[in-house]
């Protein structure tokens, strides 16, 4: 019976104050993980990076739902053009040469987490649209995603 008393004592003192600050501890870390994959994404780089000010820069486009608005993407073309390594053509050849059959609607350079890429909007025979990232500095096709008429990926 003495033991029985101690034990409930230990587990109630001890043990259960430490699972909860385990629980605590995991679920922060998954929380902080999941925010680091957030702004991690896309998961490729360029070859040409912004500065870290320019990075830290609030964007007009914060990924929900939104579209930048064509002045503000001209804005952003116009600060990143000085630091592109290829023209704009090179950058549509690339894209083009990636996907035939595919014609292309509008090009704008573009900070993706940091690399100065170009985004090659292009459209198919069949309705279908990408959004085609080709680097800035090597003409490299980087990523290719599906672009549907709602904005979701």
């Given at each position: 019976m003495v033991k029985s008393i101690r034990t409930k004592r230990l587990l109630r003192t001890f043990w259960i104050p430490a699972l909860a600050a385990v629980v605590v501890v995991v679920g922060l870390t998954g929380l902080a993980h999941a925010?680091?994959?957030?702004?991690?994404?896309?998961n490729y780089s360029g070859s040409i990076q912004?500065?870290?000010?320019?990075?830290?820069k609030p964007e007009a486009n914060?990924?929900?739902?939104?579209?930048k608005g064509n002045a503000d993407e001209a804005k952003e073309s116009a600060d990143l053009a000085p630091l592109a390594k290829i023209t704009e053509n090179e950058a549509v050849d690339a894209a083009k040469t990636a996907h035939?059959?595919?014609?292309?609607k509008n090009t704008t350079l573009e900070n993706e987490n940091g690399s100065v890429v170009y985004g090659v909007e292009m459209s198919g025979q069949s309705g279908k649209s990408l959004d085609v990232k080709?680097?800035?500095?090597?003409?490299?096709?980087?990523?290719?995603e599906n672009d549907s008429e709602d904005g979701e990926n």
């Open positions: 925010r680091s994959a957030e702004t991690q994404s896309p912004v500065g870290q000010q320019d990075q830290n914060d990924g929900v739902g939104e579209t035939p059959g595919y014609d292309v080709v680097d800035a500095g090597d003409a490299k096709v980087l990523a290719s």
